[in-house]
Every structure is written in structure tokens, then in C-alpha cells.
């Protein structure tokens, strides 16, 4: 069965641009084999390294030693989002020690294992509810109980290896993990500080869909694919309040600022006071659990109404385009959270060392403006990587027309090579 495709009489399989597309989907995954076999010895060592240090973090936390949550929440957690601006989201994809857990319940997954289309329109949503519920315990729990700091941390890597199990792929990372959001909101649309030569792709060995539009694939398609989804654009709003609504919520529930910066909760144990204890100090009546909850959500909101108040004007009195607008908004909203997260996070410790305070709200703003540079230089290039990376196949498919037609097949060489393409759909 034929169907034209080009000018008068150009005629060739209906199916040649099926399998044109299915070639390059080879070529690439094997050119990821290649890239993964090329620096597995340094991956694998941070990764064996990440992961001895998380499984021994787990033991200090769940033996009892008091400083293991004010080590975990001080010091460990506040280099986790420089690292992924810094070196980037494919690397952290590679090395995560959770999403290694993850990768052992992908391997045991059936190959019929998928993502439901529902599950796919939540890629934002649900994460982010996630986070919020791990937020919400941490300051009614987590903060300073090292029992149950340390179920926490047991309990991400056993639920990346039972959804990916069941799922397939990176679903955990995808659709629940909730360090995976914060790291799309940090790292979407712009390129690693310092770039690493295989920093291209992170993807799986062995690619089951799990998602529609891969970061780990192609990272900048995929955040180009979502610009204009309003969860994306929802999520990435609220952040920034969310950030600063878990710091104010330590005011709210004692009275000044140094409730935070004493870090005297990093030794609180979780009891009955914290999660149902007076949840703010004028209002004493609303249970902590609450009262957290509350702050989160309402500052959150806060935030998304400012973003969006700030978008609208923007395209009432501008001329940019749409995209592009939406495009500056999220960058901007990315910079507002990382900036307000470096102005309180690891200060109980830091505070200690005379200095470094200093240092760090000198170095978080400077590789914040270095990573918004990245982000608002590209909408300016606008180089679409879609194109760049369906190039191959347009190659593949005038290759093949080319042999069928030295077997007799008539393609017309009359018609534009631009009016063929689009006509094949590849361009």
C-alpha cells in the first residue's frame, strides 16, 4: 500500500515515517547506552557514595544521636537545590540514591507496566501535594525526632521501589517524589552552572513511557511542552510562597523569629504538643497539624496570585508573545523560591561559624542570577530542540525514499524539500 506524500506522482509506504522514527529512537537510546557506559565509573562511585551516606544518616537517625536531624536538616538538605542548579538535572537523576531505589523496582517491573493517562496530567499536582504533606510533618514531627526522621527517610526509597514496581520507568520520580518537583522548578528551561559533557540525558536503559513529554530524555523539550500547562504554572507560582510560608510558620507558632533560627527545634522529639499543641501563638485554640497546613496553603496562594496578577498585567500592556511571557514568568518565580530559600536555609548551623551566613547569601543570589541569565538568554536564542533532534529522522526518511526509488518506486524531486517534509510530518 502506497500514499502520496510529495508533488505529482511522489509515492512511498504509508508506514516509512513510522519506521524512520523508530530508527532514530534506536540510534539515540544506544547513543545513551554509549554516553551511560562512558562515565558509569564516576556515577556509579557518587551514587555508592550517596547512598552509603543516606543508609548511614538512616542508622545515626533511628540509633538516637541527637544531631543527626540538625546535620540532615542543616547542612545536608540546603546543598541539595544548589547542587541541582550547579551541576544540573540529569546528573542529580543519575546519582539520586532514592531514585536508585526506584531503579531496582523498575527493573522488577512487567514490561505492560504503565502510567494511566489520568496519573499523566498530574505530573505537577501530585507532587506537590506531597510535598506539602512532608513539610507539614516536618514541622509538626520530623524536625527534631530522630525516630521518626528516620522512618521518613526509610519510607522514600521503599515507595520509589513499589510505585516504579508497579508503574515502570521513573514513575516515582515523575508523578510523587517530592524532591523531583522542586528540582523541575529549578532546573526547567535552564543548564547546569557548571555543564558536564554528558549532561544531555539522563534516561532509562530500558524506556517504558512513563511519561508523555521525558525530561530525562530531552529536558528542555519537555519544559517547552509544558510552558503553557496551568499545573506547571500553578505549582511554580505557589512555590515561593510555600517556601517562605514554612519559615514564617515558625513565628507564627513562637512568637519571633528566633523559633527558627535558635534551632532548638532540631532537638524537639515529636509528642502529642507538637502535631495538637497551640498551632500559633495569638491563636492557640487551632491544633499545630492545622495551623501548619494552613500557613502553607495560604501563603502558596499568595504567591500564585501575585505571579498571575503579574503575568496578566504583563500581557495587557506588553507585546511579547504569549509563550514567551509565560516562559520569563516561570524563571522569575524559580529565582523569587531559591532566593528566599537560601535567606533561612542551614542558618541555625551556619550561624555558628562566623561568616558563613555571609557567604551563602552571597553565593546563593550569585548562582540564581547565573541560572536566570541561562533562562532568559535561551528564550532570546529560542532554538527549538524539538527540530534539532527530529533532524535525524528527516535524514532517515530521504535515505529510505532514496533506496526505494532506485527500486523502481517515482519520487518527485520536483517539489521543495520544505514542502515534502511537511508534508511527511517531520518538520
Same mark, same amino acid.
Given at each position: ?20 522514527? %523508530? ?27 550517596? $547512598?552509603? &551516606? ?10 538516637? !544521636? ?21 551541576? =544540573? ?46 513539610? #507539614?510533618? /516536618?514541622? !509538626? ?10 522512618? @521518613?527517610?526509610?519510607? *522514600? ?10 508503574? =515502570? ?9 517530592? +524532591? ?6 529549578? #532546573? ?17 536503559? /530500558? ?27 500553578? +505549582?511554580?507560582?505557589? @512555590?515561593? =510562597? ?10 507564627? /507558632? &513562637? ?5 527558627? @533560627?535558635? =534551632? ?24 499545630? !497539624?492545622?495551623?501548619?497546613?494552613? #500557613? ?5 496562594? !499568595? ?31 524559580? @529565582? ?8 533561612? $536555609? ?46 535525524? %529522522? ?9 533506496? *526505494? ?23
Amino acid at each position: 500500500m502506497v500514499r502520496a506524500i510529495g508533488g505529482a506522482g511522489a509515492e512511498v509506504p504509508f508506514d516509512l515515517r513510522k519506521e524512520a522514527r %523508530v530508527r532514530t529512537m534506536r540510534q539515540q537510546h544506544a547513543a545513551a547506552r554509549g554516553n551511560a557506559s562512558a562515565d558509569s565509573v564516576a556515577v556509579r562511585r557518587t551514587r555508592g557514595v550517596l $547512598a552509603a &551516606g543516606f543508609a548511614a544518616l538512616v542508622v545515626l537517625c533511628l540509633s538516637g !544521636v541527637q544531631l543527626a536531624p540538625r546535620a540532615f536538616w542543616t547542612l545536608v538538605v540546603p546543598l541539595v537545590p544548589i547542587g541541582f542548579v550547579w551541576f =544540573g538535572f540529569h546528573a542529580w537523576r543519575r546519582v539520586c540514591p532514592i531514585g536508585a531505589a526506584g531503579a531496582l523496582g523498575a527493573s522488577a517491573a512487567p514490561r505492560s507496566a504503565r502510567v494511566s493517562p489520568a496519573w499523566r496530567l498530574r505530573m505537577f499536582w501530585v507532587p506537590m501535594v506531597v510535598l506539602l504533606i512532608v513539610l #507539614t510533618g /516536618r514541622l !509538626v514531627a520530623t524536625n527534631g525526632d530522630g525516630l521518626a526522621l528516620g522512618a @521518613f527517610l526509610c519510607a *522514600l526509597p521503599l515507595a520509589a521501589y513499589v510505585v516504579n514496581r508497579r508503574f =515502570g520507568g521513573r514513575a516515582f520520580c515523575h508523578y510523587v517524589c517530592p +524532591v523531583g518537583v522542586v528540582e523541575r522548578i529549578y #532546573t526547567d528551561g535552564g543548564a547546569p552552572v557548571r555543564p558536564a559533557a554528558s549532561d544531555d540525558n539522563s534516561q532509562c536503559g /530500558r524506556c517504558t513511557g512513563c511519561a508523555s513529554s521525558c525530561p530525562d530524555i530531552d529536558q528542555p523539550r519537555a519544559s517547552k511542552k509544558t510552558r503553557t500547562d496551568s499545573s506547571r504554572r500553578a +505549582v511554580v507560582y505557589a @512555590f515561593p =510562597g510555600v517556601v517562605f510560608g514554612f519559615y514564617l510558620y515558625y513565628l507564627l /507558632r &513562637g512568637g519571633s523569629w528566633s523559633a527558627y @533560627f535558635d =534551632g532548638a527545634w532540631t532537638a524537639q522529639p515529636a509528642t502529642y504538643e507538637t502535631w495538637f499543641g497551640a498551632g500559633f501563638f495569638f491563636a492557640p485554640s487551632v491544633p499545630a !497539624v492545622f495551623a501548619a497546613a494552613a #500557613t502553607l496553603v495560604v501563603c502558596g496562594g !499568595v504567591s500564585f496570585l501575585c505571579f498571575l496578577a503579574v503575568e496578566s498585567g504583563w500581557r495587557i500592556v506588553g507585546t511579547a508573545p504569549f509563550t514567551r511571557v509565560r516562559a520569563t514568568m516561570l524563571a522569575l518565580a524559580s @529565582f523569587v523560591a531559591f532566593n528566599v530559600f537560601y535567606l533561612f $536555609a542551614g542558618a541555625p548551623t551556619l550561624r555558628l561559624v562566623p561568616g558563613a551566613s555571609e557567604v551563602m547569601w552571597v553565593l546563593a543570589p550569585a548562582v540564581s542570577l547565573v541560572v536566570l541569565g541561562q533562562r532568559l538568554q535561551r528564550l532570546r536564542t529560542a532554538v527549538p530542540t524539538v527540530s534539532r533532534r527530529r533532524l535525524p %529522522v528527516l535524514a532517515s526518511a530521504f535515505s529510505a525514499t532514496s533506496k *526505494l526509488s532506485s527500486k523502481g518506486s517515482v519520487l518527485s524531486t520536483s517539489a521543495p524539500v520544505a514542502t515534502q517534509s511537511r508534508s511527511m510530518g517531520v518538520v
